[in-house]
């Protein structure tokens, strides 16, 4: 696939990091709950081959996925990595025996969790670090993230991160961050039926800040919309694919990361870059929220 259908490029503020729009998310390649190895490992690894082949190079993980198996299939897949490749992870929770999700955001959690990412990654530097705020399962709730991007932009200034982005946070948290370094990207809830970020979004494209919206389709219940279907079917494409296309078209700054264990999903999540949706369609698709 020319990577030129996968949604444009954008170049990440105040770096040399340009990606295609369509990146991969590696979420699901760890086992069900996102817990132990997947139960095909080969599978896991020909699909993250299969992305970078077809001109993906922004895959989006986290040491805590597993923990540590999605970032050792990534090294098994793909090390050593192509020299355009940018793999962005997380910190901000851990995952203790029972399955949980866990904060871990102390300065000694925060330092232990990138040299976790280094060490599975099998890499020097972290291109980018995303600081994860736990908020709630709503999404994000208001509250100070200073310690923790402070302690980031220590560990960049070792030069252990060369990146700082922010997920699940505010506006004022955006805010707050970039006093104290700069931020590339910001990873959040949206979707064509959850769009609370739709301001945010809007200033981020204004300083040229990457918006990355996870569960783009939805997350553990995907988006269900006649509205989306009909349009589908004028189109010839899935209603999964219209709605990455909705979000493609909705601002420059955004970047896809949609998930999948599978080639024939994968290629189809690709694809999704190709289509172009009409004013019509959008102007109908702009109403699925309301």
């Not at 918006?211 to 079917?233: C, H, N």
């Not at 219209?242 to 601002?251: G, I, K, M, N, T």
Request: with cysteine; aromatic share 6%; net charge negative.
């Amino acid at each position: 696939m020319s990577e030129t259908l996968l949604g444009g490029r954008f170049t990440f503020p105040g770096t040399s990091l340009t990606v295609q729009r369509i990146g991969y998310g590696a979420m699901q390649l760890a086992g069900p709950g996102v817990w132990g190895p997947p139960k095909d490992t080969d599978g896991a690894v020909a699909v993250l081959r299969e992305a970078v082949t077809a001109g993906v190079n922004h895959i989006d993980t986290s040491d805590f996925y597993g923990p540590h198996v999605t970032n050792q299939i990534i090294r098994q897949a793909l090390h050593p990595y192509p020299a355009e490749l940018v793999i962005v992870t997380k910190l901000g929770a851990r995952r203790p025996p029972d399955g949980s999700w866990q904060p871990a955001i102390s300065p000694e959690d925060l330092t232990a969790g990138v040299h976790d990412n280094l060490r599975n990654l099998g890499l020097d530097a972290l291109e980018i670090v995303n600081y994860r705020a736990m908020g709630s399962i709503h999404g994000a709730e208001e509250g100070s993230i200073a310690e923790q991007v402070a302690v980031l932009a220590d560990l960049k200034s070792k030069g252990l991160i060369r990146h700082i982005g922010l997920s699940n946070v505010t506006a004022a948290q955006v805010s707050e961050a970039q006093t104290i370094t700069d931020v590339v990207c910001v990873q959040n809830n949206y979707n064509l039926a959850h769009r609370t970020d739709n301001a945010l979004i809007d200033d981020l494209a204004l300083q040229g800040i990457a918006y990355v919206p996870f569960f783009p389709l939805g997350g553990f219940s995907l988006l269900q919309s006649s509205t989306l279907s009909a349009a589908a079917d004028r189109l010839g494409a899935t209603p999964m694919q219209v709605a990455l296309a909705w979000l493609l078209q909705r601002s420059p700054n955004i970047l896809l990361i949609p998930g999948t264990s599978s080639v024939a999903h994968l290629r189809e999540n690709l694809a999704a870059g190709q289509l172009k949706l009409s004013q019509k369609i959008l102007a109908e698709l702009d109403g699925v929220a309301a």
